[in-house]
């Protein structure tokens, strides 16, 4: 599927991996519906992307702000082609630490922004999608693209909330993409490793460079546009399907 004249859901796409996408998508020649809850940050990259560009301000976890929020979209831009689900959290958390076992509300929102928000806006998308004609020779009508990380497979010391989302993620890929391939819909994964996102430039240089050395090669961290380019390719070849890709540079997380 080409991305020309395509319209985009990008979850997250005020910032880092879902502002690179968004970025990406539109020089290709799409039209871009970003969803977050930093106002300000999603209205500057929608005024940077132009006018066919939209600001939307959604919590992915919640029926009637994502339910709203595609409904705009639709009297915006007429129809949904692609949905990226980048919106997450990932603040750790050991099971049991000083202070006594992990909050269970906090475990619950971990996996309900994570897992329920990106389950909860593609099925809405999909929804739309599933009503256009196709738009390639294959029957194809849309493409998803969730976000996982290699905590689904490898999680760290204090992650069990987040790995435990993640994994969830990994987990329903493939089902989703065997519920929606009459509809010809297709449904990938990408799952990041270390990307040098704003929340990895917050840290220390020798932390960084710290956390570069454990990349199996190239050793650094990964861009986020090289993750942008995952997604692209994923929607142009209409053979990736059901599937989780890692973007990692072979990196196999250690316990900490």
Do not use: W
Not at 21 to 39: M, S
Not at 68 to 91: K, P, Q
């Amino acid at each position: 599927m080409e991305l020309e004249g395509k319209i985009a859901v990008v979850t997250g796409g005020a910032s880092g991996l879902g502002a690179a996408t968004a970025r990406r998508f539109a020089a290709q020649g799409a039209r871009i519906a970003i969803f977050d809850l930093n106002d300000e940050l999603g209205a500057d990259v929608a005024a940077e992307l132009g006018d066919g560009a939209s600001y939307h301000t959604v919590n992915v976890a919640d029926e009637e702000s994502v339910s709203a929020a595609i409904a705009e979209v639709m009297a915006a831009h007429g129809d949904i082609h692609i949905c990226c689900n980048y919106a997450g959290i990932g603040t750790p958390g050991r099971t049991l630490g000083r202070n006594g076992p992990l909050p269970l509300e906090y475990f619950k929102r971990v996996l309900d922004i994570n897992l329920v928000g990106t389950f909860n806006v593609t099925r809405l998308a999909v929804q739309e999608m599933a009503k256009h004609d196709p738009v390639t020779e294959d029957g194809c009508r849309g493409v998803v693209i969730n976000t996982a990380s290699v905590a689904a497979y490898e999680g760290q010391i204090g992650q069990a909330a987040y790995s435990a989302s993640k994994g969830g993620v990994v987990g329903m890929t493939l089902p989703i993409a065997r519920d929606l391939a009459s509809f010809g819909i297709r449904v990938n994964t990408i799952v990041p490793g270390l990307i040098d996102t704003p929340m990895m430039a917050g840290l220390p240089e020798p932390a960084r460079q710290s956390l570069a050395a454990t990349v199996l090669f190239p050793k650094r961290l990964g861009q986020a546009d090289e993750i942008a380019k995952v997604a692209q390719q994923i929607v142009e070849n209409d053979y990736i399907n059901g599937e989780c890709i890692r973007m990692d540079g072979g990196i196999r997380m250690q316990p900490k």
